[in-house]
């Protein structure tokens, strides 16, 4: 592509002149964002060494050229729109679409700021820039698997909770530093800071499971700490859920007893997974399983086996 197709020399001498008193080019070259500089007919009248890696094209090639054209720019409002934002607002942000000279599509976070003449009258538009293609995609991924998991987090027939951890994490940290190495027979000993570790648990997110089989009809009421939800004769589980927790274990499996909002008690069979990347943040995963229909199930059996052998 050819690039001084407009005119005399002179002219394009004065432009870069000019240039050069308004940007400080000599900095401009050393910084890594893409920077160039367009007039108001939207022609490129300086293009800095970051401009030239990211989009391809020498300065040479790219002087004189219209940006747009040149760039193959795409938005959702038409260009022209925007252009006109400019000087309305003397700057404007953005992502726009464009090619760089080997047709490679780059996603490109820019902020374009106008530059006024020594009367106040607009003379230019500044562009800054950066390519955001490589964390886009990395987002859209994330995105997708947040919305993958979150899927199968509502869909699951078991009931899941998200907890917050931090405050109980901060607590037995506590511990340590006191001298307390003995964490099982501590918590035997003072079951009351068992309690209070529940009421520092927090409840983050629950699925529809747990709402079902814990709540009311509504998820709102659960956002709330662990503690009502754990009858006094499970506390141990929960104690020692906290030591497989900090001892590194990758999970902790236990049957026991839960109860509703309402007071109701059941068993349920109780998991907390302790992935590390999860515990750094302070957050618990921990599903439940009611066993009630099954533990009924075996009542009844064993029952029944009870009035077999006494008829035998």
Not at 164 to 185: E, H, P
């Amino acid at each position: 592509m050819q690039g001084h197709d407009y005119g005399a020399s002179a002219e394009l001498d004065e432009a870069r002149a000019t240039t050069d008193a308004m940007l400080g080019v000599d900095l401009l070259e050393l910084v890594d964002e893409s920077i160039f500089l367009r007039d108001l007919s939207g022609r490129i009248r300086y293009w800095n060494k970051a401009s030239e890696e990211l989009y391809g094209w020498s300065s040479a090639e790219a002087l004189g050229q219209p940006a747009h054209e040149l760039l193959r720019c795409q938005h959702a409002e038409a260009l022209t729109c925007l252009n006109q934002k400019v000087p309305a607002d003397a700057r404007w942000s953005g992502e726009l679409s464009r090619r760089s000279a080997d047709g490679r599509e780059l996603l490109i976070e820019t902020r374009w700021s106008l530059r006024r003449d020594a009367s106040g009258a607009p003379q230019a538009i500044v562009e800054s820039g950066r390519d955001i293609t490589a964390r886009k995609a990395t987002d859209l991924v994330l995105a997708e698997s947040e919305y993958r998991y979150r899927n199968l987090f509502q869909a699951m027939a078991a009931s899941f909770w998200e907890l917050d951890f931090t405050t109980v994490g901060a607590m037995v940290r506590s511990l340590y530093k006191s001298g307390i190495t003995d964490l099982r027979t501590h918590f035997r000993q003072h079951p009351e800071l068992v309690r209070e570790m529940m009421r520092a648990t927090r409840v983050l997110d629950v699925n529809e499971q747990t709402v079902h089989l814990f709540g009311r009809g509504t998820k709102t009421e659960l956002l709330t700490t662990v503690e009502p939800f754990w009858p006094q004769a499970s506390s141990t589980v929960f104690a020692e859920s906290i030591i497989a927790a900090v001892t590194k274990a990758p999970s902790y499996v236990k049957e026991t007893r839960l109860r509703t909002i309402d007071g109701k008690e059941f068993d349920v069979l109780f998991t907390a997974s302790f992935p590390p990347e999860n515990m750094q943040k302070g957050i618990l995963m921990v599903g439940v399983i009611d066993l009630s229909a099954r533990n009924q199930a075996y009542a009844a059996l064993e029952q029944s086996e009870f009035r077999y052998r006494n008829l035998f």
